[in-house]
Each structure stands twice: as C-alpha cells, then as structure tokens.
C-alpha cells in the first residue's frame, strides 16, 4: 500500500508560479511510475504530467506542455510538479498518482491516489 500526502496548492494570478508536492509512503518509491492529473467540478479528471522509475521518461498534457515540469526526489521519496506561467484554466484540484510498474511515463492505470490539493489561478 501507498500513501500519497500532496502539498503546494494555493491562489497566484495568472502569469504566477506554484510548486505541487507529492509525499509517497513506502520502501519502493524509486520502482513506481508517478503522475499528475487534474480535476474540475463537473468533468473528468485530466492527466497532466507523468515521470517513470528513474526519471529516464517524462510525459505532459499539450496544454501545460512548455509550463509545467514534474521531477522526483527518489532519495525524498517525493514527486514535483512546477508549474509556471499559469493561467486561468489551471484552476482545479491536482491529484498525485502512483503506478507499480515505473518502466514508462503512463496516461492512465494509477493504482494509488493522493486527497489532492487546490489549485486556483486568479485572472
């Protein structure tokens, strides 16, 4: 079992920068693919941004590609998400992910989810 504690969120205005992170529990950390997704009220959560095992692959949603930047601390056992030049419709909930098999940077199939944390970018 994984436990995932997001920190970070908080109000910026548009054209602002905030930090997400993303405490893991758990001796494996290093081995798990991690992600972020997003969710507004009333749709789907998004992905957002994802990193494999060992930081080697890297993926991002077209819309925050060139803005945002997920990293990780595997000595931290924690995952970063920097997000800059922010816009009004980066305004959600952004939720950290885990997945047991850290290969690639993956879209979808997250087995463990952090409460997540608010984002709100006021224009």
């Known amino acids: 079992q994984v436990q995932l504690v997001e920190s970070g969120g908080g109000l910026v205005q548009a054209g602002g920068s905030l930090r997400l992170s993303c405490a893991a529990s758990?001796?494996?950390?290093?081995?798990?693919?991690m992600g972020w997704f997003r969710q507004v009220p009333g749709k789907e959560r998004e992905f957002v941004a994802a990193?494999?095992?060992?930081?080697?692959?890297?993926d991002y949603a077209d819309s925050v590609k060139g803005r945002f930047t997920i990293s990780r601390d595997d000595a931290k056992n924690t995952v970063y998400l920097q997000m800059s030049s922010l816009k009004a419709e980066d305004t959600a909930v952004y939720y950290c992910?885990?997945?047991?098999?850290?290969?690639?940077?993956?879209?979808?199939?997250?087995?463990?989810w952090g409460q997540g944390t608010q984002v709100t970018v006021s224009s």
């Open positions: 758990g001796r494996t950390f290093s081995t798990y693919a």
């Open positions: 990193v494999s095992g060992g930081a080697r692959y890297t």
């Open positions: 992910a885990a997945l047991h098999s850290g290969t690639y940077a993956y879209r979808s199939g997250y087995h463990y």
